[in-house]
C-alpha cells in the first residue's frame, strides 16, 4: 500500500518539476511549485498513518498546507504585477538582469 | 705574537696618511699640491722597503697577523704580513721605480686639470701594489690585485673625454675580471678545503695536497697570471692601455702592475711546480708571447706602442725562465726590466711632453740626439740593457734565462736566441728612427727641447739603475734564499758559461745590424711595405688577426645577455604572468555569460545541484 | 618590561606616522619620529649582543591556539633593524624638498613600523600579521607617488606577495597543527615549533618556502621587482630593494632553519641550484637592460641569490657572509637609487644612454656612484665583496662544484655595472642627452650619501665588529654534520 | 518540566519580535490617511522589538526539551548575529509606511524561529517565514527592476522550499519523526540530500546561485546588505542544523561545493561594472568561506571549539557586508567605473570604502582576515587540505576586484564630473564609518573569539 502512495507522491512531483524547469509562463511554473509541495504533503500525509510519533506528522500536513498558500498569494500577487506592468508573464520576458 | 717592525706599519701608514691628507686638505684647497704629501710617502716607503730588504738580506724573513679583518666563529682571516726574499726584491725594485716615477709625474702632469684626482689613485695604485707585494694570505693578496685593478680602470682612463682612453680603460678592467676569476676560483677551493689561505700554512701542506686540486689551482693561477701579466690569450688590453699618461704606462704596464702575475706565479710556485707538465706549458706559453709579441713591436709606429709590446714580449721571457725552473733568473729579469722598460717609457714621455702630444709616432721624430742628449743617453743606455748587451743589467738577467734554456736545450736555445735576436731588432729600429737621420717624408718636431730637471734626474736614476742593477744579481739571490719554502729547489743563479754569452751577444749583434741596415741603410723601407702590402698591414695591425677573438666573445655575451634579458625574461615569461591575468578575465567573463537571468534557467540549475547532492548521498 | 622596550621600538614610527598624517607640515615630524627610532635602535645594542631579551618572561596573555604576541631581538634582527631606521632616515632626507602630501611621509613610517615588526616577531602569527601589514604602506607608496606605470606595477607587486603569503599561511597553520599533533601543545613560538619529517613535513616547507622565495626573489617569481622599482619613487625604490628584499632571506634564516633542521639540509642542492640560477640570470638581465632603475633591480635579484647561498651553505662563514651581505646590499643598493633618484629629480630621465660626460658638471655625484658601482660589483675593501666573498667560502665548503657558477657571477657583475656607469657618467653626451640640466649634490644630498659612502669602507675594511654582533644567533643554525 | 528561563531563552526573541511586528501593523491601521504617523515611529519601534529581542538572546538557554525547540550557543550568537543584521537594515531604510518594518520583523522571526527549533517541521516554518516576506522586501525596492528580481527570486526560493519538504518528507519516512535526529539508512540519507540543497540554495552556494546576483543587484543597498548578513546567517545556522542529521556523505561534498562556491563567485566577480553585482558575487565568495567553515567543524565531529570560526566569520562579514552596501546606499554609487579618482574627489568616503575593501579581501590587521585564518585553522583541523589550498587561491582571486577597487579609488584620475554626493544625513556616514572601524578593531582584537572559545568549552 505505502508503495503505491510512495509511487504517486513521486509521479506528482516529478511531474512538478517537469513544469517549473519547462514550462514558460509563470503561472505554469507556479503550478508546477504547487504540485510538488502537494505531493510532499500526501507522503507526508501517508507517512504520519505509520508512524509511532503521533500526530507530528498530520501537524506537519496542515502547517504545509498553510504555508503553501501563504506563498500562493505572495506568487500570485508577483504574477499579476508581472501582468500589469504590460510584459506577458513569460519566463524570457524577464531578461534584463543578467551577467 | 712576532715583533712587527715599524718599517712595515710604515708601508702601509705613509701611503694612506698621504691619501687622506691628499683627499680632504690638498685637493679642495690647493689641489696643485697634491703631489706633496705624495712624495712624502714615496720617500718613506722607499726607505722602509730598504731597511725591510737589508733585514731579510741579514736572513731575518718575517710572517705576521696585524689584525683580524673576516671572522666567523672560529674562522677568521688574518691581515697580515709576509717579509721573505721573493717579496722583499720585487718590493724594493717596486718602491724605488715608484717612487722616482712619482717625481717625473710631478712634472710631467703640471698644468692637468685633473691633476689632484690623477695623483691620488696613482698614489692608491702604489699603496695596493706594496700591499700586495707583502701580504701574507691569499685572500689579503685577492684584495690587493683587485685593487690594481681598479686603479689601472681608472688611470688608463684618466683623459675621459676621449673615446679610445674610455674603451681602452673598460677593456683593461673586464680582462682582468676574467682573469681574477682565476684567482677567485683558486682561493675559494683552497678556503673550502682547508678553511685557511697563510702562505707559511699552505707551503708546509704543499705535497700532501691531491694531484687534481693541485693541477687545479695551478692552472687558475696560469691563468690569472696571464690576465694580469698579458701573456698570450690575455694581452691586448696592455698595447690599448698605453692610452693613459705616460708616468701610468711607466709605472704600471711596465714595471709594477704588469709583474704581479708572475709574482703570482713565484709565490705559488710550490703548487706549480709540483704539478707534472705545467712549468713546460708556461715556458712554451712565454716563449710564444715573446717571440709574437716581438715580432709586432718590430711593426708598430707608435712610440708607446713599441714599447708596450717589448713588455708583453719581456713578461713572455720571464715566463719562460720560470717555466724552466730557473725561478731566479725569473725574478731577477723582473727586477732588471722594471728599471730599463721604466727608462725607455720616460724617455718616450720626454719625446711626447716636448711634441705637447700624448704619444707620438715615429714618423714624427728623427734626428733628434743632437738637440736632446740625456734623452738620447738614457734611452741608449736602457736599450742596450734591453738588448743585453755585456755590462747592463739586461745581459746579466737575460742571460741567466738564456743559460737555463741551453741547460734545458732544444726548442728552448732557439726560442731564447729568437728572443734576444728581436728584441735586439725593435729597440735598435726604435733608437735609429728617433734619434739618427730623419726621413725624407717625416715631419719633424717644431722645437724639440730637454726635458725639465724634475723630469729629467729621475730618469738619469733610473738609467744608471738600467746598468747598475745587474750586478747585484747574487745579492739578490741571497736575498730570495730568506723564508724560500723548503719543498723547491733553492733558486740558484748559475754563471753563464762564456759559451752562451757569446751565442746571447751574436744574436744582439744580429738584431741590431738588421735593425741599422732597415733604418739607415734603405731610408723608407719601413713606410714603403705598408703602402705596397696593405693587407699585410692590416693584418699586423690587428695583431695577426687575434684582436678579433676577444671582440667576438664580448659580441657573443651581449648577445646571449640580451636574448636571456629581453626575450626571455621580458617578452615571454613576464608575458605569460601577465598573460595569466588575462586567462583570469576571459574565465570570469565566460562565467558571467553562464548567468542568462531567465528564470527557467536558474530553476534547472536549483534542480542540478539537487539532483548532483542528491547522486551523492546515494552514491556514498 | 624587555617586551615593552621592543613593542616601543616599533611603535614608535607607527606613531609618528599618525602625527605625521594630522599635522599640517608632515615631513618634520617624520624626519624627527625615524631619527628617534633610529637612535633608539642603537640602544638596544647592549641586550640585544647579550641575548638578554630571549629569556624575557612570558609576560603576554596568549590568545586563542597558542598564539602569543611574542617579541626578541638578537644580533640578525637588531641589524636588519637598524638597516630600516636608517633607510628610513635616509629616505625621508632625501625627499626633503620635494612637495609630497602629509600620507607620504606617514606611509614610510607606517612601512618602517610594519618592517620592524617583522624582524622583531616571534611568533609565527605576528610575524605573519607584520608580514602582510608591510605590503600596503608600499602598495600605496609605489601607487601614488610612482613613476608612469605605477599602477600596473602596485598591483603586480602585491598580488605576487600576496600570492606567496597564502601559501605562507597554509603552511604555518600546517605546521603547528602537527606541532601540536607531535607534542600536545599549541605553540606559535618560531623557537619552539619543531616541523615534521616525511612528507607532510615537505609540503610544509615547500609551501613556507614558496612565501619566502616571492620575497627575495627566486629567479621563476621574481618578474614583479623590476616594474615596482622602476615605478617606485626613490625613496620607495630605496625602501625597497635595501628592506623588503631582506625578509624572504630572513624568513629562512630565522624560521625555516630552526624548525626544519635536518629537511632543510637534505634540500639545500636544490635551493642552492635556485640560488645560482638567480645569480646568473640576475646578470645576464642585468646586462641587458637600457633603463638605469631596471638594471640595479636585476642586480638586487642577482646580489640576494648571493646572499641566498650564504645562508644555504649553513657554515660559519657562509652564514654570516650570507647576512652579512644582506646589510650590504641595503646599503648598495639604497646608495645607488638614492642617487638615480637625485639624477631623475635633475634630468627627469631614467635611460643609460639619456646621459653622459656628468664627471665635469657633478664630479660628487659621480664618485659617490663610482664608489657604490664599485661596492656593488664586489671590490675588496668595500663591503659588497666582504659578504659575497665570506658566502662564496661557504658554498666552496659545501658543494666545491658549484662555487665556479658563484665566481662567473661575480665576474658577469663587473660586466653590466661599470658599462653602465660608464655610460651615464663618463661616456659620450649623445645629442639627446640631458646632461647640461645636471647640477652636482647639495649639502643634503652629499652629506646622506658621505653616511652610506662611509659605511660601505667601514664594513668593507673593518667587518669584524659587525659579524661579532651578526654571530649568536647564527652560529647556531651550523648542524652538527 | 520546562523552566521560565529556558521558554523565556527559546520563545522571547520570536514572541517579542512578533509582538512588534503587530504594534508596527496597528500604528499603520490606527492612523487614518490624512495624518499619517510619524515615519521614524514604526522603525523605532521594529528597532525596539529587534533590540529587546537580542537581549532576550542573551540569556542563554539549558538545553531545554520541550518540542520543537532546542537552543545551543552556535544557534544563540548566530541568532544574535541575523538580529543586529536587521538594525542597520531598520535605521537605513527609506522612511515610507509601515510595510517594510513588518515585513523585515516578519523576515526576523522566521530566522528566530530556526535558530531554536528543534524539529525538521520548525525548521521548514522558519524557512518559509523567512523568505515569503523578503519576495516582497525585494519587490518594493526603487529600482526599476525590482520586480523582475522578486519574481526570480519567488520562483527560486519556492522550488527550494519544495525540495525541503520532499526531503523532509522521505527523511520522516525513514526515521519516524520530525526531530533532528540522525535517520538510519540510505532513505534518510537521501532526504537530507534533499534538505541540504535547500539550505545550499538559501546561502548562495554555486550551482545554486543564480538567483542571488539578480536580487542583490536589484533590490535597495540596505535591503542587499541585509540579505547578504542575516540572511545568510540564518542558512548558515539552517545547514548547521541539518549536518546534526546527517550520517557523513553529505559532509564529505560540503568543503567541495565551499572551494568551488568561492572560486567561481570570486572568478564572476572580476569582471563585474556595476558595485551591487559585484558585492553580490562577493558575498556568494564569502559564503563558500562561512560553508567551508560549517564543512570544518562538522568534520571535526561538531564540537563547540569549533563553532567559534563559523560565528566569528559570520560576526566579522555582517560589519563587512553591511558596511560595504550601506556605503552604497550613502554615498549613492553604482558603477564601478564612478570610483575613478574617489580619493581625490571625496576622500573621506574612499578611506572608508577603502578599510571596508581591505577588510572584505582579508588583508592583516583587519577583522577579515582572522576570519579567514579561524576558517583555515579549522579547515586544517579537520584534515580538508585540498579546498583549503583551493579557498586560499580564491582569496588570492578576490583580491583582483577589491584592490582593484582601491586602485581605481587611489591611483586614477577621476573621469567626469564626480556624481553629486547625496545628502545622505551625517548619522548614516557615521554608521558607515562605524561598520568601517569596527571591521578594523576586530581584527586587532581578537578577544572576542577567545570570549566565545572560553565560553563554547564550558
Not at chain 2, 690569450?233 to 690599448?240: E, I, S, V
Not at chain 2, 705596397?532 to 648577445?559: H, I, K, Y
Not at chain 3, 646622506?448 to 651578526?470: D, E, K, T
Not at chain 4, 545556522?237 to 550520517?247: D, E, F, V
Amino acid at each position: 500500500m505505502s508503495a503505491l502512495i510512495w509511487a504517486v507522491s513521486g509521479l506528482l512531483f516529478f511531474l512538478g518539476l517537469a513544469a517549473v524547469v519547462l514550462r514558460r509562463q509563470l503561472l505554469a511554473v507556479f503550478l508546477g511549485m504547487e504540485l510538488m509541495v502537494v505531493a510532499a504533503a500526501l507522503a507526508l500525509g501517508h507517512e504520519a498513518t505509520r508512524a509511532a510519533a503521533g500526530a507530528e506528522g498530520f501537524v506537519a500536513v496542515l502547517l504545509v498546507l498553510a504555508v503553501a498558500a501563504a506563498e500562493a498569494v505572495v506568487g500570485l500577487t508577483l504574477v499579476l504585477r508581472v501582468h500589469w506592468s504590460g510584459r506577458p508573464a513569460e519566463a524570457d520576458s524577464l531578461r534584463e538582469l543578467r551577467g | 705574537m712576532i715583533e712587527i717592525p715599524l718599517a712595515v706599519y710604515l708601508l702601509f701608514l705613509a701611503p694612506l696618511a698621504a691619501l687622506a691628507v691628499g683627499f680632504f686638505v690638498t685637493r679642495p684647497l690647493k689641489p696643485e699640491w697634491t703631489h706633496i704629501p705624495i712624495l712624502a710617502s714615496c720617500v718613506v716607503v722607499t726607505c722602509s722597503a730598504a731597511s725591510l730588504a737589508g733585514m731579510v738580506y741579514e736572513g731575518r724573513g718575517l710572517d705576521g697577523t696585524l689584525f683580524y679583518w673576516m671572522v666567523a666563529g672560529d674562522w677568521s682571516v688574518p691581515f697580515g704580513v709576509r717579509i721573505d726574499g721573493v717579496g722583499v726584491s720585487v718590493l724594493s725594485m717596486v718602491s724605488l721605480v715608484g717612487a722616482l716615477i712619482h717625481v717625473y709625474a710631478a712634472g710631467y702632469m703640471k698644468g692637468e686639470p685633473g691633476f689632484a684626482r690623477f695623483f691620488l689613485v696613482f698614489h692608491l695604485f702604489y699603496l695596493s701594489m706594496i700591499g700586495l707585494l707583502v701580504s701574507n694570505n691569499y685572500v689579503q693578496f685577492y684584495l690587493f690585485w683587485e685593487l690594481v685593478g681598479v686603479c689601472s680602470y681608472f688611470l688608463i682612463g684618466y683623459w675621459m673625454h676621449k673615446e679610445t682612453a674610455r674603451r681602452a680603460a673598460m677593456q683593461a678592467f673586464l680582462t682582468l675580471r676574467v682573469a681574477d676569476f682565476g684567482l677567485m676560483l683558486a682561493v675559494l677551493v683552497i678556503l673550502g678545503l682547508y678553511r685557511n689561505t697563510r702562505f707559511a700554512a699552505l707551503y708546509a701542506v704543499a705535497g700532501a695536497l691531491p694531484a687534481g686540486l693541485l693541477a687545479l689551482l695551478g692552472v687558475l693561477f696560469v691563468w690569472a697570471a696571464a690576465g694580469k701579466s698579458a701573456l698570450f690569450p690575455l694581452y691586448f688590453w696592455l698595447p690599448d692601455a698605453m692610452e693613459g699618461p705616460t708616468p701610468v704606462s711607466a709605472l704600471m704596464h711596465a714595471a709594477t702592475m704588469v709583474t704581479a702575475g708572475i709574482f703570482l706565479l713565484v709565490r705559488s710556485w710550490p703548487f706549480i711546480s709540483l704539478v707534472p707538465g705545467l712549468p713546460e706549458f708556461i715556458a712554451v706559453v712565454g716563449a710564444a708571447t715573446a717571440i709574437f709579441a716581438a715580432l709586432l713591436a718590430a711593426s708598430q709606429t707608435d712610440l708607446k706602442r713599441i714599447l708596450a709590446y717589448s713588455t708583453v714580449s719581456h713578461l713572455g721571457l720571464m715566463a719562460f725562465g720560470l717555466g724552466l725552473r730557473h725561478v731566479g733568473a725569473g725574478v731577477f729579469h723582473l727586477v732588471t726590466h722594471g728599471f730599463f722598460k721604466a727608462v725607455l717609457f720616460l724617455c718616450a714621455g720626454i719625446l711626447a711632453h716636448a711634441a705637447h702630444k700624448s704619444t707620438v709616432t715615429v714618423s714624427e721624430v728623427g734626428g733628434l740626439w743632437r738637440k736632446m742628449p740625456l734623452t738620447f743617453v738614457c734611452f741608449t743606455a736602457a736599450a742596450l740593457s734591453l738588448a743585453g748587451f755585456p755590462f747592463t743589467a739586461g745581459f746579466y738577467s737575460k742571460d741567466a734565462i738564456l743559460d737555463a734554456a741551453f741547460a734545458h736545450g732544444g726548442w728552448a736555445v732557439a726560442a731564447g736566441l729568437a728572443i734576444a735576436a728581436g728584441s735586439a731588432f725593435y729597440i735598435f729600429r726604435m733608437l735609429f728612427l728617433t734619434f739618427f737621420g730623419s726621413r725624407a717624408d717625416q715631419q719633424t718636431m717644431e722645437h724639440p727641447h730637454e726635458a725639465p730637471p724634475v723630469m729629467a734626474v729621475p730618469v738619469a736614476f733610473l738609467a744608471l739603475g738600467a746598468i747598475g742593477v745587474g750586478w747585484l744579481g747574487h745579492g739578490l739571490m741571497r736575498m730570495l734564499l730568506s723564508g724560500w719554502p723548503p719543498s723547491v729547489p733553492p733558486p740558484g743563479l748559475t754563471e753563464p758559461s762564456h759559451a752562451v754569452s757569446a751565442a746571447a751577444l751574436m744574436a744582439a749583434a744580429l738584431g741590431a745590424g738588421a735593425a741599422y741596415w732597415t733604418t739607415m741603410r734603405l731610408p723608407s723601407w719601413d713606410w714603403d711595405w705598408r703602402r705596397e702590402r696593405p693587407a699585410l698591414a692590416a693584418l699586423f695591425a690587428e695583431d695577426l688577426g687575434w684582436r678579433r677573438v676577444p671582440a667576438a666573445c664580448v659580441s657573443s655575451a651581449v648577445w646571449f645577455a640580451d636574448k636571456v634579458g629581453r626575450v626571455l625574461d621580458h617578452d615571454s615569461w613576464d608575458a605569460a604572468i601577465e598573460g595569466s591575468a588575462g586567462a583570469c578575465r576571459r574565465v570570469s567573463e565566460a562565467g558571467g555569460r553562464l548567468a542568462t537571468g531567465s528564470i527557467s534557467d536558474s530553476l534547472w540549475w536549483v534542480m542540478t545541484g539537487a539532483a548532483a547532492l542528491l547522486a551523492w548521498a546515494g552514491y556514498r | 618590561m624587555s617586551q615593552d622596550l621592543l613593542t616601543l621600538f616599533w611603535v614608535m614610527p607607527a606613531v609618528g606616522g599618525l602625527c605625521a598624517l594630522l599635522g599640517r607640515q608632515a615631513r618634520w615630524p617624520a624626519l624627527a619620529f625615524s631619527a628617534a627610532t633610529a637612535l633608539y635602535g642603537l640602544i638596544l645594542l647592549g641586550p640585544a649582543s647579550s641575548g638578554a631579551w630571549h629569556s624575557a618572561p612570558v609576560s603576554s596573555p596568549s590568545w586563542a591556539f597558542g598564539i602569543r604576541y611574542l617579541l626578541d631581538c638578537d644580533g640578525l634582527s637588531l641589524s636588519l633593524c637598524w638597516l630600516t631606521a636608517f633607510l628610513t632616515v635616509a629616505c625621508v632626507i632625501a625627499s626633503w624638498n620635494k612637495d609630497y602630501p602629509p600620507a607620504y611621509w606617514a606611509a614610510f613610517l607606517f612601512l618602517e613600523s610594519a618592517l620592524l615588526g617583522v624582524f622583531l616577531a616571534r611568533d609565527l602569527f605576528l610575524f605573519f600579521v607584520f608580514w602582510e601589514a608591510v605590503l600596503i604602506p608600499m602598495f600605496f607608496i609605489i601607487g601614488l607617488w610612482g613613476m608612469e606605470g605605477r599602477r600596473h606595477a602596485a598591483m603586480k607587486f602585491f598580488l605576487f606577495t600576496f600570492f606567496g603569503s597564502i601559501f605562507l599561511l597554509l603552511g604555518s597553520i600546517a605546521l603547528v597543527t602537527r606541532h601540536h599533533a607531535a607534542t600536545g601543545v599549541w605553540t606559535w613560538d618560531m623557537a619552539a615549533l619543531k616541523g615534521p619529517g616525511g612528507l607532510a613535513g615537505l609540503a610544509i616547507f615547500a609551501a613556507m618556502a614558496l612565501g619566502f622565495a616571492v620575497k627575495i626573489p627566486l629567479v621563476p617569481l621574481h618578474t614583479w621587482l623590476p616594474d615596482a622599482h622602476t615605478e617606485a619613487p626613490a625613496a620607495g625604490s630605496v625602501m625597497l630593494a635595501g628592506v623588503l628584499l631582506k625578509m624572504g632571506v630572513y624568513g629562512f634564516l630565522r624560521i625555516l632553519w630552526p624548525v626544519f633542521p635536518k629537511l632543510s639540509w637534505e634540500l639545500m642542492p636544490w635551493l642552492m641550484l635556485l640560488a645560482g640560477v638567480n645569480v646568473i640570470y640576475g646578470a645576464l638581465c642585468a646586462m641587458a637592460q637600457k633603463d638605469l632603475k631596471r638594471l640595479i633591480a636585476y642586480s638586487s635579484v642577482a646580489h640576494l641569490g648571493f646572499c641566498l647561498m650564504g645562508v644555504l651553505s649553513r657554515t660559519p662563514e657562509g652564514l654570516l657572509g650570507g647576512s652579512l651581505q644582506l646589510l650590504n646590499h641595503g646599503i648598495t643598493t639604497g646608495a645607488l637609487f638614492l642617487m638615480v633618484g637625485f639624477l631623475y629629480e635633475r634630468g627627469h630621465r631614467r635611460g643609460l644612454g639619456d646621459y653622459g660626460e656628468l664627471y665635469g658638471r657633478a664630479p660628487w655625484l659621480t664618485f659617490f656612484f663610482g664608489v657604490a658601482t664599485m661596492s656593488s660589483v664586489g671590490l675588496p675593501g668595500l663591503n659588497g665583496f666582504v659578504g659575497e666573498f665570506m658566502s662564496l667560502i661557504g658554498v666552496a665548503r659545501v658543494m666545491p662544484r658549484f662555487v665556479f657558477v658563484g665566481v662567473i657571477g661575480v665576474t658577469l657583475a663587473a660586466a653590466y655595472a661599470l658599462p653602465a656607469f660608464q655610460s651615464v657618467f663618463l661616456g659620450p653626451a649623445g645629442k639627446a642627452s640631458v646632461s647640461a640640466k645636471v647640477t652636482d649634490l647639495d649639502r643634503r644630498e652629499s652629506s646622506l650619501l658621505w653616511a652610506l659612502c662611509g659605511a660601505m669602507f667601514a664594513i668593507g675594511i673593518y667587518p669584524a665588529p659587525l659579524l661579532r654582533v651578526l654571530e649568536p644567533f647564527l652560529l647556531g643554525l651550523v648542524p652538527a654534520r | 518540566m520546562i523552566s521560565l528561563a529556558s521558554v523565556l531563552g527559546l520563545w522571547g526573541p520570536a514572541a517579542v519580535l512578533a509582538g512588534g511586528s503587530l504594534a508596527v501593523l496597528a500604528i499603520g491601521l490606527g492612523a487614518s490617511d490624512e495624518h499619517r504617523p510619524p515615519a521614524w515611529l514604526m522603525r523605532a519601534t521594529a528597532a525596539a522589538a529587534v533590540l529587546l529581542a537580542l537581549a532576550l538572546g542573551a540569556v542563554s538557554p539549558e538545553a531545554a526539551r520541550p518540542p520543537l525547540l532546542r537552543g545551543d550557543l552556535l544557534g544563540s550568537s548566530l541568532q544574535a548575529v541575523f538580529l543586529a543584521a536587521g538594525l542597520p537594515f531598520l535605521f537605513m531604510m527609506d522612511p515610507a509606511d509601515e510595510v517594510p518594518p513588518a515585513l523585515a520583523l516578519g523576515s526576523l522571526i522566521g530566522m528566530a524561529i530556526i535558530a531554536v527549533s528543534g524539529s525538521l517541521l520548525a525548521l521548514f516554518i522558519g524557512l518559509e517565514l523567512m523568505s515569503v516576506p523578503a519576495y516582497l522586501l525585494v519587490a518594493r525596492s526603487r529600482s526599476p527592476r525590482a520586480l523582475e528580481a522578486a519574481v526570480k527570486y519567488f520562483f527560486a526560493g519556492g522550488a527550494a522550499a519544495a525540495l525541503f519538504l520532499m526531503g523532509m518528507a522521505v527523511h520522516f519516512s525513514a526515521a519516524g519523526s520530525l526531530d533532528l535526529a540522525a535517520a538510519p539508512g540510505r532513505v534518510g540519507e537521501a532526504g537530507l540530500a534533499l534538505m541540504v540543497a535547500a539550505a545550499l540554495f538559501k546561502l548562495g552556494a554555486v550551482p545554486l546561485h543564480f538567483w542571488l546576483p539578480d536580487v542583490y543587484e536589484a533590490s535597495d543597498p540596505e535591503l542587499a546588505g541585509f540579505f547578504s548578513t542575516g540572511v545568510k546567517a540564518a542558512a548558515v545556522l539552517l545547514l548547521a542544523r541539518l549536518t546534526g542529521i546527517s550520517q557523513g556523505p553529505i559532509l564529505a561534498v560540503l568543503p567541495w561545493a565551499a572551494a568551488l562556491t568561492i572560486l567561481f563567485g570570486a572568478a564572476v566577480a572580476l569582471r563585474q561594472t556595476r558595485l551591487q553585482r559585484l558585492l553580490a558575487y562577493s558575498s556568494i565568495s564569502h559564503a563558500g568561506f562561512m560553508l567551508l567553515a560549517v564543512a570544518a567543524w562538522a568534520g571535526q565531529g561538531r564540537p563547540l571549539s569549533a563553532a567559534g570560526a563559523v560565528f566569528f566569520y559570520a560576526a566579522a562579514y555582517l560589519f563587512m557586508s553591511a558596511g560595504a552596501f550601506l556605503w552604497l546606499k550613502v554615498t549613492g554609487l553604482s558603477e564601478r567605473s564612478e570610483l575613478k579618482g574617489l580619493a581625490r574627489s571625496r576622500p573621506a568616503d574612499a578611506a572608508v570604502l577603502g578599510v571596508l575593501l581591505l577588510a572584505l579581501a582579508g588583508i592583516p590587521p583587519t577583522a577579515g582576515f582572522v576570519a579567514k585564518f579561524l576558517v583555515f585553522w579549522e579547515g586544517f583541523k579537520a584534515g580538508i587540505y585540498a579546498p583549503l589550498v583551493l579557498a586560499g587561491l580564491g582569496a588570492f582571486l578576490s583580491l583582483g576586484y577589491y584592490l582593484g577597487m582601491v586602485r581605481d579609488m587611489y591611483f586614477d584620475e577621476p573621469e567626469g564630473e564626480a556624481a553629486a554626493a547625496p545628502e545622505a544625513g551625517m548619522t548614516r556616514r557615521c554608521l558607515v564609518s562605524a561598520f568601517a572601524v569596527l571591521a578594523l578593531l576586530l581584527g586587532v582584537m581578537p578577544w572576542l573569539v577567545d570570549s566565545l572559545r572560553a565560553g563554547g568549552s564550558r
